[in-house]
């Protein structure tokens, strides 16, 4: 099993910035890469950024130029968020995947809500 334990959302007005942090423990080998999915209300989830273990990012649309996805190189992956959008508000899940065999495997952290006021 693998653990996921995020921190760093919180409330913040447009244009501000935030800084998510999450820290995996356990069976953390074999690892394929992490990343951030969001979820806002109403809407499906959806692929943020995300980071691969040999450092390989890739970024949604919406978010390029703006967030930066970084680790350190161990356990943890980072999500830097700049120049917030109110559309960016939802709640963010960190997401690390390994493979299992020949499958990849998917755990997810239990979210932390983003707001960002207008």
């Known amino acids: 099993q693998v653990q996921l334990v995020e921190s760093g959302g919180g409330l913040v007005q447009a244009g501000g910035s935030l800084r998510l942090s999450c820290a995996a423990s356990g069976s953390i080998f074999s690892m394929n890469a992490m990343g951030w999915h969001r979820q806002a209300p109403g809407k499906q989830r959806e692929l943020v950024a995300s980071i691969t273990s040999t450092g390989s990012a890739r970024y949604a649309d919406s978010v390029k130029g703006r967030f930066t996805i970084s680790t350190n190189a161990k356990n943890t992956v980072y999500l830097q968020m700049n120049s917030l959008k109110p559309e960016d508000t939802a709640v963010y899940y960190c997401?690390?995947?390994?493979?299992?065999?020949?499958?990849?495997?998917?755990?997810w952290g239990q979210g932390t809500q983003v707001t960002v006021s207008s």
């Open positions: 997401n690390f995947n390994r493979w299992d065999g020949s499958y990849i495997k998917n755990y």
